[in-house]
Nanobody
Framework: QLQLVESGGGLVQAGGSLRLSCAAS????????MGWFRQAPGKEREFAAGISWGGDITNYADSVKGRFTISRDNAKDTAYLQVNSLNPEDTAVYYC???????????????WGQGTQVTVAS
C-alpha cells in the first residue's frame, strides 16, 4: 500500500498562490507517476496535472496550464502542486494520486489521498 497525505490548502484571495504538498509513505514513491485532481461541489473529479515517476514528463489540463506547476522530490517522497493566479473557479478539494503512468483519467490511479480544500475568494 502507498499512503498519500495532502497539505497546503486554504483560503486565498483571487490572484493569490498556494503550494500543495503530497507526502507519500509505505511503498516506493519513485516508482509511481503522480497526478493532481480536483473536485468542486456538485462536479465530477477532474484532472489538473500529472508527472512521471522520474519527473521528466508533465501534463496539464488546459484550464490550469500556465498557472499550475507540478513537481516532485523523490528523495523526500513528496509531490507538489504550485498553484498561481487563482480564481474562484479553482475552488475545490484537491487530491493527489499515484498510478503506473501519467494519465488524465481517475481510473488510472491506484492510490489516493484524502484531499485538501482550496477556497478562492473573489
Amino acid at each position: 500500500q502507498l499512503q498519500l497525505v495532502e497539505s497546503g490548502g486554504g483560503l486565498v484571495q483571487a490572484g493569490g498562490s498556494l503550494r500543495l504538498s503530497c507526502a507519500a509513505s509505505g511503498r516506493a514513491f519513485s516508482s509511481y507517476a503522480m497526478g493532481w485532481f480536483r473536485q468542486a461541489p456538485g462536479k465530477e473529479r477532474e484532472f489538473a496535472a500529472g508527472i512521471s515517476w522520474g519527473g521528466d514528463i508533465t501534463n496539464y489540463a488546459d484550464s490550469v496550464k500556465g498557472r499550475f506547476t507540478i513537481s516532485r522530490d523523490n528523495a523526500k517522497d513528496t509531490a507538489y502542486l504550485q498553484v498561481n493566479s487563482l480564481n474562484p473557479e479553482d475552488t475545490a478539494v484537491y487530491y493527489c494520486a499515484a498510478g503506473l503512468v501519467v494519465d488524465t483519467h481517475v481510473r488510472a490511479y491506484d492510490y489516493w489521498g484524502q484531499g485538501t480544500q482550496v477556497t478562492v475568494a473573489s
